[in-house]
């Protein structure tokens, strides 16, 4: 089992192709992940994109674009174990405060994606135009 181990969805009412294009572009990893350098190890296209790690920590990452309704959940996975000599002290306790620190930072990043390409958009209002909800999705 991976020291560090996270997973969140988040919901944007915007087409998957919008949000899997945000992670398809190498210059913007280091504003999400600056001590991790991601390698593509599968590009899915308007799916998302699955990376192997290296930096702070070794191991898996995946952005998967999940058509939903009238827009998208965002599901994010981070298994990784620190690099050599990360851990200070308790193992235990190091592992569990960087897997909240690492879900928080996501969190974080997704809300703000999720303000930009909604562009204001109040809850539980109809999506802009050119957001089409997909056949036999409800």
Not at 8 to 16: I, K, Q
Not at 97 to 123: T, V
């Amino acid at each position: 089992m991976p020291a560090v181990d996270v997973i969140d969805e988040t919901f944007l009412a915007v087409s998957r192709e919008r949000v899997a294009a945000e992670f398809a572009d190498p210059a913007r990893w280091s504003s999400y992940w600056p001590d991790l350098r991601p390698e593509i190890a599968d590009d899915r296209g308007p799916a998302g994109v699955r990376w192997t790690v290296t930096g702070a920590l070794t191991g898996t990452m995946e952005v998967w674009c999940e058509e939903v309704l009238d827009g998208t959940v965002l599901h994010f996975f981070l298994r990784a174990d620190p690099a050599y000599g990360q851990q200070d002290g308790n193992r235990r306790r190091w592992n569990r405060a960087e897997g909240d620190r690492r879900h928080r930072e996501f969190k974080a990043h997704a809300f703000a994606l999720k303000r930009r390409l909604e562009g204001g958009r109040p809850a539980g209002a109809a999506p802009s135009a050119g957001i089409a909800p997909a056949e036999g999705k409800y």
